[in-house]
């Protein structure tokens, strides 16, 4: 890898609860990370993104909540006490999470303000990243019930949570298919 940027395009992986350590997430590590996020692109700058940010105790509030939904919406059969709890552990064994919110403006097209939060996201990813703190994109169909608790209005849509977590996870390659397998070359 030739530069900083691409080395972090590179290296940057999900890294999710099993890795993260307790160390605390500095607050201004935070602000970075959601400042990157904002620096995405948006088509007629709608910035059609809101996050909604956990920590301490709103840890235990979200982790409470999303065990609430999944046992308020999975069929008796269906229902393990062992997944609820590991739902709600997503959040507590997390140092910081972050509701990713789309609010659609009705003046794009809705894909085009949903690319542009997920080019927020990237944001996030990386500069989490750089700043040695892992993060996990999660987005289980619990996210579909958050609106209340997220205070979400009608034009707005939870698209994930994003935890995030200092780790001891080695830098490992990205698994994908070869770069041929995805090009056409024209010219
Ligand atoms: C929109 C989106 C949603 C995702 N949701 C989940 C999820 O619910 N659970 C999960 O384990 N990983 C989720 N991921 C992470 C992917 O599994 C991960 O990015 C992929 O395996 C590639 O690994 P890498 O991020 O280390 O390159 C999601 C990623 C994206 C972009």
Redesign the pocket.
């Known amino acids: 890898m030739t530069n900083e940027v691409l080395k972090a395009i590179h290296y940057r992986?999900?890294v999710?609860q099993n890795s993260f350590t307790d160390q605390d997430i500095a607050k201004e590590d935070i602000v970075k990370i959601l400042e990157a996020a904002i620096a995405a692109p948006t088509h007629k700058r709608t910035q059609p993104w809101r996050f909604v940010v956990f920590q301490h105790d709103g840890l235990n509030r979200l982790g409470a909540e999303l065990g609430r939904i999944y046992k308020e919406t999975t069929a008796a059969e269906k229902y393990s006490e062992a997944v609820e709890q590991n739902m709600s552990k997503k959040a507590t064994s997390s140092n910081v999470a972050i509701a990713i919110v789309v609010n659609y403006t009705g003046e794009l097209p809705e894909w085009e303000e949903l690319a542009a939060t997920?080019c927020a996201v990237q944001n996030m990813w990386l500069a989490a990243h750089s700043l040695q703190i892992g993060g996990?994109?999660?987005?289980?169909g619990l996210i579909n019930h958050l609106g209340n608790f997220l205070g979400l209005e009608e034009n707005q849509k939870c698209v994930?949570i994003f935890y995030l977590g200092h780790h001891n996870s080695e830098p490992?390659e990205?698994v994908r298919l070869p770069l041929e397998d995805n090009v056409r070359w024209e010219g």
Do not use: E, L
């Not at 996990?136 to 289980?140: D, G, H, I, N, T």
């Open positions: 992986r999900t999710n997920a996990y994109w999660a987005s289980p994930g490992r990205p």
